[in-house]
């Protein structure tokens, strides 16, 4: 089992940032790929960045790519997302996820364990 807790979210203007942290806890997490997910109310939850367990390759959205970056510390068992330039279309729940079974960090499918999710909203 592994369990994942996000915070950072909140309120910030267009042009603002956020930081958004991902603590993992239970099994190894240092093996396992992890991903950020968001979801905007009346949308499908779409990927926004991956990182592989080695934080050596990292893949992002197009619509995020330059504006976010992604970063992980297994000594701290977390995972980051800093996400500067926001726009009002960045508005969303942010969830991040682990696969236990695999690591093809690119499928949303694969992911098994998520986090609970911390809204972001983006004010124009």
């Known amino acids: 089992q592994v369990q994942l807790v996000e915070s950072g979210g909140g309120l910030v203007q267009a042009g603002g940032s956020l930081r958004l942290s991902c603590a993992a806890s239970g099994r190894t997490f240092s093996r396992n790929g992890m991903g950020w997910f968001r979801q905007a109310p009346g949308k499908e939850r779409e990927f926004v960045a991956a990182?592989?367990?080695?934080?050596?390759?990292?893949y992002y959205a197009d619509s995020v790519k330059g504006r976010f970056t992604i970063s992980r510390d297994n000594a701290k068992n977390t995972v980051y997302l800093q996400m500067n330039s926001l726009k009002p279309d960045d508005t969303a729940v942010y969830s991040c996820a682990t696969q236990s079974k695999s690591n093809d960090i690119l499928l949303q499918d694969l992911y098994d364990y998520w986090g609970q999710g911390t809204q972001v909203t983006v004010s124009s």
């Open positions: 990182i592989t367990w080695s934080g050596l390759s990292k």
